[in-house]
Structures are given as C-alpha cells and as structure tokens.
C-alpha cells in the first residue's frame, strides 16, 4: 500500500505571496491532519479534514487554511507569507473512524520565506 | 504547564546501554499515548502506542504508562548506532486526529 505523498517536497517563496500544499493519504483513509514543524515551536497542529469537513482545528491565524476533496487528497493555503511560515510543513492520515488509531505522516513539504 | 513536556535531552549514551526518555502530560484524562521516531530531514514514524497502565514491550522498545503520576516513558534496550534520532512523545488532545506533540529528546547512541 502506497504511503502519504505531499508535494511539492521544497518550496521557495518571499513574504506576502500565498503557498499551496498537497497531501495525498493512504488509501482508504478518510482523515488528513496538517502540522507545522519548527525548530523553536516543534510539531503543531494546524488543522484535520474528514469526509470533506473541517473537523478539528489549532490555533493558527486565518492565512492559514485547507480543504479536502471527495478522493479525500488535501490541500492547505497559506496566503500572505511571513518569515515565521518557514517550517517543514506534515501531513498525517488516518481512517478518521476508530478510537486511539494511528496516525501516518508524508514526507513533509519544507517551505523557505525569503 | 504545557500539556506535553519533554525535558530532558539532549541524551547521549553508549552503544549496548538502555536509553531512557520521558514525557510529562497534564490532562488527566488523557487515555493514549504514542511515540513518534523522526530521524533528521525525515517526518516522524510511530514507534508504539500505549493506553494501559504499566509497560509494552515490542522488542527493544518498551512504553511505560503511570497514569497516577501522569508521565510515559520510553525505554530503548541495546541502544543501537541507528537509534539516534529524535524522539517525539504525542498525545490526543480534544478529538482523535489532533496529537499534541512534545518538543522531542535527541538521542545520540556512540559506538
């Protein structure tokens, strides 16, 4: 079974353009979790996407945001770039219906803001 | 108090030893508990998982849960060179999919 798959894999970008990531999950899960990887703040979650819907959510700004298709791929869109954006940037599936079940994370998309 | 510490690190041991990493957490009604590998430049990969009291083991590897206390720790047996990572204690927070992650301990095994 194929695993997570995001890309793009590095990303360059400079201050106040706007990024989108893709994430495809295992097959057969319904559940995709975004985090954000940073040196000074390690993994926080930025939001999970199940069925299509918006089902949980951290505590980021608004220039941060997502959606998931019906294939449940995910995208997330980050728009007006800061400096502090640069972070490697996961993405985790899951089936999203069974309690304490595991979650399985792509390889990351690192994001560089210049 | 964050509501997942990981404190000490980083950790340093020999080839052959027990390496030994702790995680503290503050809802009390937390019921499972993972540990993630993540080697550099790489996503983290899920080591074990522990819900019950007491300890799990899966080969080298054993998880222990003292919910009274609130910490799980994980226990390497036979460090190995290929051990060296940094290791990431998570915890569900609030629905299933969200984990909240420690900071990570970075272990460093010398031949």
């Known amino acids: 079974k194929a695993g997570v798959t995001q890309t793009p894999r590095y990303l360059i970008k400079t201050r106040g353009q706007q990024v989108t990531l893709s994430c495809s999950p295992i097959s057969g899960h319904r559940s995709v979790s975004w985090y954000q990887q940073t040196p000074g703040q390690g993994l926080q979650f930025l939001f999970e996407?199940?069925?299509?819907?918006?089902?949980n959510k951290g505590n980021f700004p608004g220039r941060f945001s997502g959606r998931q298709f019906s294939n449940s791929r995910s995208e997330m869109n980050v728009s007006t770039l800061e400096l502090g954006d640069s972070a490697l940037y996961l993405c985790?599936?899951?089936?999203?219906?069974?309690?304490?079940?595991?979650?399985?994370f792509g390889p990351g998309t690192r994001l560089l803001v210049l | 108090q964050k509501e997942v510490e990981q404190n000490s690190g980083p950790l340093s041991v020999p080839e052959g030893a027990i390496a030994s990493l702790n995680c503290t957490y503050s809802d009390r009604g937390s019921q499972s508990f993972f540990w993630y590998r993540q080697y550099s430049g790489k996503s983290p990969e899920l080591i074990m998982f522990i819900y019950s009291n007491g300890d799990k083991e899966d080969g080298r590897f054993t998880a222990q849960l003292n919910k009274a206390s609130q910490y799980v720790s994980l226990l390497i047996r036979d460090s190995q060179p290929s051990d060296s990572a940094t290791y990431l204690c998570?915890?569900?927070?609030?629905?299933?999919?969200?984990?909240?992650f420690g900071k990570g301990i970075t272990l460093s095994v010398r031949p």
């Open positions: 996407y199940f069925s299509e819907t918006q089902r």
């Open positions: 998570a915890v569900p927070t609030g629905a299933n999919s969200k984990l909240t």
């Open positions: 985790a599936s899951s089936l999203g219906t069974v309690k304490l079940e595991t979650q399985y």
